[in-house]
């Protein structure tokens, strides 16, 4: 088979193309640091009120040494004073610390319902805006990632970013004060043992840095082996009937136990390494105590520390601990939110190909519609010419059926006609119009497309109608049903408008999704319309109804249809046949049936097949 | 929560104990040491400072062997506490995911047991969030059980290691401990409300994310990015504000879980200064007591955490009973099914009714209430087929015709015996098929249903379903489907991976799959339930035309719409509201029965229709 070769795009001056770019979502390459620090700006409600709520961070946190020096304050002037214990010292220390305490703990209530706030106003922003930039992406872009990639953008990846700015953000923040805080009181009392605290911890905390790595990983194997381990119970599930009627039970029960396993290998493994980290705290804090008690007692025995700054020291040292404990957990919350933040900036920078040309686009006047093909090429990224120099004009007002083998171009074509994508080359015009100087309000509203699948929204069947044109009254929508002729059809459902739909429109017949649809086009009112006829058969019933609304929904507009079915082709003023990328054949279907060529052939094969 | 929910939760938990009670054991002595040793470490700190520290600060000297001795007490105390900690948590995890695995293959396996029927009463959904996240819940627990466990032991020990140093001081423990596990207590109750309204809010902006998502062409082609975003951004708002104020909760408890410790500690100090001043204790009774405040804090949360994933555990554990306790599955008997050639099938006086869940605009949906065999009697059926007499001889073709709803799909899955008719019997070259011997029916009939199932597995995998069989034969049966082209194209070919994380394909590739995952196992019996509605009619024409043309010793069931198809039949079977309303070839049934003709001149019909149409249209205009 000997494609074309791929010819390279004409630029046109101030013209977007996308031909020779990627349509996949961006991949960010930012370091760390660079992704956390756009990644907070996204949001500028992180950074409300942030300089308050690190103050009352910097409280609490301070807040925690309260009880060690308390400790030290009461041995060293209130129970070895001379002359038995000092209970008044003791009873004036013990109040202004309590008074402390509680403001510490009023500080920390303030600061962390501040956080809180600040988080998830900061994180809406995110979903919004991830949210708005999918649907502002091309159609070639937006398919070229699973539906459920895309949903964890607005999903999944913000949750990770929330565990982080929410819990190990703020622990982060907290241990490392914690840590700066413990060291400045060690080193009042005694520098020295404040260094043996650290030469203690530290190779801790260089292994937990190590250790964390190794979990990271073996968390991504945790989450890929349940994954495969909720497909395979899916599909005892959804495939209950294709398994029952070739009596594969049996394997497919050794499938469910070997992924099933093999989750559970790998949680056991991820969780070894997680719980690894806190026995070793315990072993390095004994070390630091046994350490620091001997050097302390020596250090006392010399002058240079008091038994109560002592005693205090052993308290400050589980002020080390957890932070020690916490750090592969923050890492870990860490590392996840800059990849949460680095999938969301991925979609962000993904510059959409099909772009509203802005305050420069031209508005469409209404009316019938001509469309111009002006010598367009396409191709799609690293792919051969699917649509090869094609030069056309539909007159207003015409009903033009598109038929060809799977692979001719067809699809492209309407592609294009609806601008979902842009000609590689060449240029395509509705009413003289290059349609990418025409802005995305007035395209939309005059050019609608009516895909092959009717897809309907969760809600009922006004609603879905309703969405064409949301200021639409029930009568209107009642009144564009009896023009389409679907009267009867309306009345013969139980609640009429009110009728749910179901998900994804699943409670209405495949015929009656379609019919919906045609009915949201007759409503959206546009003056070109471009359907993708659906393939699939539906009963015979509704089948009259389809056509029948079709009827309605084409007259007095330029209609552009692919056709999958003879009756269309046969019903439309004109045909447009395509093989290989080109227009080879044009004309009436009586014209073009009884000449020989691709259509007479294409016709020749419905015949066989549907009459 | 409630003392039954506490109770039903303990329940659950003994299920997981008897079932692992090694593995229990382990994780609870674990705990049991660690607990142990903190609380003696708190004993070894006092000893340490009265005996070690204050005298040698008071003297001016010490030991060798006096440091020598408190520094190993420390250090032994580190080393055991340690190995309690990791024993206890290394346990815990092994024990939650031994149980989890366990009733994740038990749940899979009831689904592989129990019969369609059940299958259709329960949305997909729901029977995947058992196996899933309920399973999940249910054993929650198990991960906090051996460190409440070892908490209920310390806190013993610690009250009795306070009433053994003082009483006095000891009350303090007694009003601040309770006094904890009130505020755990109470916060749990708060938040769990707010908690779950806020999943819920998630999952909402989930879904509506999935739907806008799923839907872009159409928010696209008809220009409402702007309503649609609205529409997100407030489900978004929502959750919003259901995180901020389970994050309020949180921060007040937090400070509060912190400060009554401290309080504690420090009302240790101003009591302990009184009791050494009446000689009643000693500076390291004192040290001893306050190290314990701090100590105990963490565990007595623990006790919280286990009451809070509690009711979640109890509502996990109850949905994945209910699956592992439903009635029903398909008994076989012995008899295997000989011969070669199509079968010959017979359906005598066969009747089927569902459970009529509940109507709406003539689409009946899966039952969603009904959990018990004994509840679908109760519940109104609706009759989807009744007294149907067929005979199909061997090694004919059958098309099934009829309106939508007429039992056409119902009378395939008959045959297949993937459900039991309510009255009758289907017999396969005479045998009653309930009387055939497990994986007989599999072996020699196939159905290729509307709807394509495509396994997450290689593309000979889902031709071979795991058989063993050639390459050669593989291809073969791609071919009489029409889809060995697009395998070929495929990157991999027949190790092309499908599905979720490999290569997906358009509804007419995957019913061509489907197709030959049938046609490769060379069935005696072969039902095509609308098996090619997605494919082009070209295309469809092409296979059809195919399985005629090769010697397939089969006899060939085809549920259709389209008249050629029909027309490929031998016979034509005319189904009308669940009865054999007639039968013969395609010309007598078109000459005799009204009703078939109306139905497959349909097409023709719309076509005439529109035909008029446009002849008043063009009147009007002129």
């Known amino acids: 088979m000997s494609a074309p070769a791929p010819t390279r795009p004409d630029r046109a001056e101030g013209v977007p193309t996308n031909a020779d770019a990627a349509p996949a979502l961006h991949r960010s390459t930012d370091s ?74 009023i500080c920390s209530y303030f600061m962390n319902a501040r956080l809180y706030r600040a988080t998830e106003f900061g994180l809406a922003t995110l979903r919004r805006k991830a949210f708005r930039h999918v649907h502002d992406l091309s159609v070639l872009t937006q398919n070229s990632e699973r539906k459920g990639a895309l949903v964890s953008r607005v999903t999944g990846d913000v949750d990770q970013i929330s565990a982080f700015m929410q819990r190990g953000g703020v622990l982060l923040i907290v241990s490392v004060g914690q840590l700066i805080v413990a060291t400045v009181l060690m080193s009042v009392y005694a520098w020295q043992l404040a260094l043996l605290t650290w030469v203690c911890f530290l190779p801790l905390l260089f292994g937990v840095r190590w250790l964390q790595k190794l979990l990271s990983k073996a968390y991504l194997a945790v989450r890929e082996r349940t994954g495969d381990m909720l497909g395979v119970i899916g599909e005892t599930v959804m495939g209950a009937a294709v398994i029952r009627a070739h009596g594969t039970e049996t394997r497919t029960a050794r499938r469910v136990d070997e ?15 997680s719980m690894a980290v806190s026995p070793f705290a315990e072993f390095i804090a004994a070390l630091a105590y046994a350490s620091i008690v001997v050097a302390g007692v020596l250090l006392g025995i010399a002058g240079e520390l008091t038994a109560g700054e002592l005693v205090a020291f052993l308290f400050v040292i589980t002020l080390f601990i957890t932070p020690m404990i916490m750090a592969t957990e923050i890492f870990n919350e860490a590392q996840n939110a800059i990849a949460g933040w680095r999938r969301v900036l991925g979609v962000l920078d993904t510059v959409p190909d099909i772009a509203d040309p802005g305050p420069r686009g031209r508005e469409l006047p209404r009316g019938p519609v001509s469309v111009r093909f002006d010598q367009v090429s396409y191709a799609y990224p690293s792919g051969p010419l699917v649509l ?34 842009d000609p590689a080359k060449g240029a395509v015009l509705l009413d003289d119009v290059d349609l990418r100087e025409v802005a995305f309000s007035s395209l939309r509203a005059r050019v609608v497309m009516v895909p092959q699948e009717g897809f309907l929204f969760d809600s009922t069947l006004g609603e879905n109608i309703r969405f064409a044109r949301p200021e639409a009254t029930d009568t209107e929508l009642v009144e564009a049903i009896t023009e389409m002729g679907l009267g009867e059809w309306l009345t013969g459902l139980a609640h009429g408008l009110a009728t749910p739909v179901g998900q994804r429109g699943e409670s209405l017949s495949a015929g009656e999704r379609q019919l919906v649809a045609l009915v949201r086009a007759y409503v959206a009112d546009p003056d070109l319309l471009v359907l993708d006829e659906a393939t699939s058969a539906v009963d015979p ?71 | 929560m409630d003392s039954r929910v506490l109770a039903e939760g303990l329940r659950v938990l003994w299920v997981a104990i008897r079932a692992e009670p090694w593995i229990f054991a382990l994780a609870v002595g674990g705990a049991a040491l660690h607990a142990g ?12 400072t009265e005996d070690v520290i204050l005298p040698a600060f008071a003297q001016g000297e010490t030991t060798t062997g006096a440091l020598v001795a408190a520094a190993s007490l420390l250090l032994a105390v580190g080393v055991l506490k340690g190995l309690g900690l990791a024993a206890r948590r290394l346990y815990a995890g092994l024990m939650q995911f031994r149980m989890q695995a366990r009733y994740r293959q038990a749940v899979a396996r009831k689904y592989l047991d129990l019969p369609l029927s059940w299958h259709q009463r329960h949305p997909t959904g729901q029977l995947l969030s058992n196996a899933n996240a309920d399973v999940e819940a249910a054993w929650g627990p198990l991960a906090p059980l051996p460190m409440a466990v070892g908490s209920v032991f310390m806190l013993v020990i610690a009250a009795a290691a306070m009433l053994l140093t003082d009483s006095v001081l000891a009350l303090v423990g007694f009003v601040v401990f309770p006094a904890l596990a009130v505020a755990n207590v109470v916060f749990q109750r708060k938040v769990t409300p707010v908690d779950t309204r806020a999943q819920m809010l998630r999952a909402r902006v989930s879904e509506v994310a999935h739907e806008s998502f799923d839907g872009a062409l159409v928010v696209k082609s008809l220009g409402r990015e702007d309503t649609e975003t609205e529409r997100f951004t407030a489900a978004a708002h929502r959750l919003r504000d259901a995180q901020i104020r389970v994050g309020r909760m949180r921060a007040m408890f937090d400070p509060v879980m912190d400060s009554l410790p401290n309080l504690g500690v420090l009302a240790v100090l101003l009591i302990g200064a009184i009791r050494i001043e009446s000689g009643a204790v000693s500076s390291g009774d004192l040290v001893q007591i306050a190290y314990l405040f701090t100590l105990l804090a963490l565990p007595v949360r623990s006790l919280g955490w286990l009451l809070g ?102 009378l395939t899955t008959l045959l297949m015996r993937l459900v039991d008719p309510d009255s009758g019997t289907v017999r396969f070259n005479g045998t009653d098929v309930r009387e055939l011997a497990p994986g007989e029916i599999a072996r020699t009939a196939a159905l290729v249903p509307q709807s394509a199932f495509v396994f997450e597995d290689t593309v000979r995998d889902n031709v071979t379903l795991g058989g063993d069989i050639d390459d050669a034969l593989v291809w073969e049966a791609l071919r009489l489907a029409r889809a060995d082209s697009f395998v070929a194209a495929l ?132």
Request: glycine residues 10%; negative net charge.
């Open chain 1, 32 to 105: 760390a640091w660079a992704t956390l620090r756009r990644g907070l700006a996204l949001s500028p409600e992180f950074a409300h009120g942030l300089l308050l709520t690190l103050f009352l961070a910097l409280v609490a946190t301070a807040g925690r040494i309260v009880v060690p020096v308390a400790v030290q304050q009461v041995i060293d002037n209130g129970l070895v004073a001379e002359g038995g214990p000092d209970i008044g010292f003791v009873a004036r220390a013990v109040t202004v610390c309590a008074v402390l305490v509680l403001l510490t703990g």
């Open chain 1, 259 to 273: 992924t099933v396993l093999a989750t559970r290998t790998a949680q056991v493994r991820a969780q070894r390494l």
């Open chain 1, 388 to 421: 090869d120099d094609v030069d056309l004009e539909i007159r207003p007002g015409r009903r033009v059926a598109v038929v060809g083998e799977t692979g001719s171009g067809k699809t492209t074509f309407v592609k294009l006609l609806t601008r979902l994508m």
């Open chain 1, 541 to 611: 019933a509704t089948e009259v109804r389809i056509q029948r609304a079709l009827e309605r929904l084409t007259s007095g507009r330029t209609s552009v249809a692919i056709a999958h079915r003879l009756s269309t082709a046969e019903a439309a003023d004109e045909v447009l046949v395509f093989d290989a990328g080109r227009v080879v054949q044009r004309g009436s279907h009586a014209e073009l049936v009884v000449r020989p060529g691709v259509y007479a052939d294409l016709h020749a094969s419905w015949v066989t097949s549907s009459a």
């Open chain 2, 37 to 48: 040793v903190a609380v003696a470490s708190a004993t070894v700190l006092g000893r340490v």
């Open chain 2, 309 to 410: 994933d509690m009711p979640r555990s109890v509502v996990g554990w109850r949905r994945v009973s209910a699956v592992l306790g439903a009635q029903g599955r398909t008994e076989h008997g012995r008899t295997p099914l000989d011969g070669e050639g199509g079968l010959r099938v017979e359906l005598d006086e066969v009747g089927f009714s569902y459970v009529d869940a509940y109507q709406e605009n003539g689409n009946a949906t899966r039952d969603l209430s009904v959990q018990s065999p004994e509840g679908i009697e109760a519940e109104p059926r609706t009759t989807v087929l009744s007294d149907v007499h067929l005979t199909l001889a061997s090694g004919r073709t059958i098309a099934l015709v009829g309106p939508t709803g007429a039992g056409k799909s119902t």
């Open chain 2, 491 to 622: 990157p991999e070919g027949l190790d092309t991976r499908l599905g979720e994380r490999g290569t997906s394909l358009s509804g007419g590739q995957r019913q061509r799959l489907a197709l030959a995952r049938a046609l490769v196992r060379r069935p005696r019996l072969l039902i095509l339930d609308d098996a090619t509605s997605a494919v082009d009619p070209q295309v469809e024409a092409q296979i059809l035309g195919g399985l005629r043309d090769i010697e397939l010793s089969a006899t060939v069931v085809v549920v259709a719409y389209r008249r050629a198809t029909i027309e490929l039949a031998d016979e034509v079977v005319y189904l009308e509201q669940g009865t054999v309303h007639d039968r013969g070839t395609h010309a007598e049934l078109l000459e005799r029965s009204p009703g078939y003709h109306a139905l497959v001149t349909a097409y023709e019909n719309a076509a005439e229709q529109r035909v008029a149409d446009a002849a008043t249209e063009q009147e009007v205009t002129r």
